[in-house]
């Protein structure tokens, strides 16, 4: 899919950068194409469709693509190593060499240089193949982890907050989710606030919390419609939510994107046509990974809890 996405959208020579991790799962997908190879079997078969051709090219076309997925040995990301390398030798990145990495990780969001996060959401696409009735579906999981193990979909269950449940607990939760944002000067309101705090705004809307087994890692409050400041740029009658908070271990796991989804389910559900939100504008990789999910800015605010303007972001609710 996403080695059909770079060639329509015109790269005229793509590279698969991939990894010899036996255990990974796309040394697995490899092996199951048939070339009794670890890896680079998907993207040969791929290849011989007359698509284009495997060759070793001194430079990169204009427009080319680097895919491939995440090398978990490293900080430092094979995918930020060849794109340094190749901008040390004076070829532009992203202009003239296009990247896409096939997760939506943080380290996928700040990477410098550029890339493109593919997040193809391969639980969506079940759920849309079997209300199709289709009989077969190949599902590519483009995360680099043990094939063996367990999702992070399958061990977090997500759940509405309860009577019970630590306000105590969601507070630190969220001190932990927004501390680099504080140690980069940008301190938003869930950095510091108090148990106190966080059950005032836990009551002006529906809280969900995510649970890997005994243990909190990630939130949301859902309102809809929701009343904002006069002179905030909300749509009329829109829906929004606040305190969206993932554990630093989850980082890169989907649970952000699953939390998002749901709210924005729970908007709709309550009546809202849009979602309206807003974030530090400084916040670039926040930003960014609202509007690779469809919001788009239209206005600015200032709160009186922050250090900081914010952009406020919109999206249309299907």
Same mark, same amino acid.
């Given at each position: 899919m996403v080695l059909d996405h770079l060639a329509e959208a015109g790269a005229q020579s793509i590279a698969m950068l991939s990894v010899d991790i036996g255990r990974s799962w796309f040394a697995t997908l490899s092996k199951r194409a048939g070339d009794g190879q670890p890896t680079g079997g998907s993207s040969r078969s791929w290849c011989?469709?007359?698509?284009?051709?495997?060759?070793?090219? =001194?430079? !990169?076309p204009r427009r080319s693509s680097i895919t491939g997925p995440t090398p978990s040995t490293c900080r430092r990301s094979g995918w930020c190593q060849v794109c340094c390398w190749w901008r040390e030798r004076g070829v532009d990145v992203p202009g003239d060499l296009l990247v896409a990495v096939g997760v939506d990780s943080h380290l996928a969001r700040t990477s410098d240089p550029p890339v493109r996060a593919v997040d193809l959401d391969p639980a969506a696409t079940a759920r849309q193949a079997v209300a199709r009735? =289709?009989? *077969?579906? /190949?599902? %590519?999981?483009?995360?680099? #982890?043990?094939? %063996?193990?367990?999702?992070? *979909?399958?061990? +977090?269950? +997500? *759940?509405?907050?309860?009577?019970? @449940?630590? $306000?105590?607990? $969601? %507070?630190? /939760? /969220?001190h932990r989710a927004y501390a680099d944002h504080a140690a980069a000067g940008r301190i938003f309101f869930a950095s510091y606030q108090s148990p106190q @705090? %966080? *059950?005032?705004?836990?009551?002006?809307?529906?809280?969900? #919390?995510?649970?890997? @087994? @005994?243990? /909190? $890692?990630?939130? $949301?409050?859902v309102s809809a !419609?929701?009343?904002? !400041?006069?002179?905030? !740029?909300?749509p009329e009658g829109a829906g929004s939510f606040w305190q969206l908070a993932v554990d630093p271990s989850q980082r890169g796991s989907g649970l952000g994107h699953r939390l998002l989804t749901l709210a924005e389910a729970r908007m709709a559900a309550l009546g809202s046509t849009h979602a309206v939100i807003d974030t530090s504008a400084a916040a670039e990789d926040l930003v960014a990974w609202y509007r690779r999910r469809g919001y788009v800015p #239209?206005?600015?605010?200032?709160w009186d809890v922050t250090n900081y303007d914010s952009v406020v972001l919109a999206k249309a609710l299907p």
């Open positions: 011989s469709r007359g698509r284009t051709s495997s060759r070793r090219a =001194r430079s !990169p009735g =289709r009989g *077969r579906l /190949l599902l %590519t999981v483009w995360m680099n #982890i043990d094939s %063996t193990g367990t999702s992070t *979909r399958e061990s +977090v269950q +997500v *759940r509405r907050f309860q009577e019970g @449940d630590s $306000v105590e607990e $969601v %507070t630190l /939760l /969220l @705090d %966080t *059950r005032h705004r836990l009551s002006k809307g529906e809280c969900w #919390i995510a649970m890997r @087994d @005994d243990a /909190l $890692v990630g939130t $949301v409050t !419609p929701h009343t904002a !400041p006069a002179g905030y !740029p909300a #239209i206005g600015t605010w200032r």
